[in-house]
Each structure stands twice: as C-alpha cells, then as structure tokens.
C-alpha cells in the first residue's frame, strides 16, 4: 500500500507535539487529520469520509484518554491499528 493512501489520525493535547508529528507524518505522504484531544479526535474522524487506518494517540488527554478514544473509534473502523 502506498503511504499516500494511508490516513493517520493523530491526537495529542500538546499543540507542538501535534503540529511536529503531523508535519514528518505528512512529509511522508500520509495523509493526516489532527485532534486537540481525545473528544475532538471522535469529532474529526466521524467527518471524515474515508477510512482512518492507524490511530496515533497521546495516553493521558483531559476528557477522553487514549485507551478510551482508541476502543470507541473502533467501533466505526474496525481494522484500524492503534
């Protein structure tokens, strides 16, 4: 598979980690959607109209942790890795 057809979703309340590792990842050709957290990662993944492929998730988030945004989201995209 090409990395250009591989969406990464990315969550993380620290905007410079977010912003940095949305830029390498992109830079690799992936394509990337980013969340300020783990409640604005399930808002931006239900927009999304494609499948989501690999999630990249901060543990410890105000809200909604990664554990518990990582076992909702695959409810929705079931071959997902995490």
Known sequence: MET???TILVADDDP???NL???ILHTAGFEVL?????LDAL???RTHP???EL??????MPGLDGPQLARQLKLAHPTMRV
Not at 55 to 60: E, K
């Open 4 to 6: 250009g057809k591989i």
């Open 16 to 18: 410079t980690l977010l």
């Open 21 to 23: 590792l949305a830029l």
């Open 34 to 38: 980013t969340a300020r957290d783990g």
């Open 43 to 45: 808002a931006v993944a």
């Open 50 to 52: 494609g499948r989501i």
């Open 55 to 60: 999630l990249l998730s901060d543990v410890m």
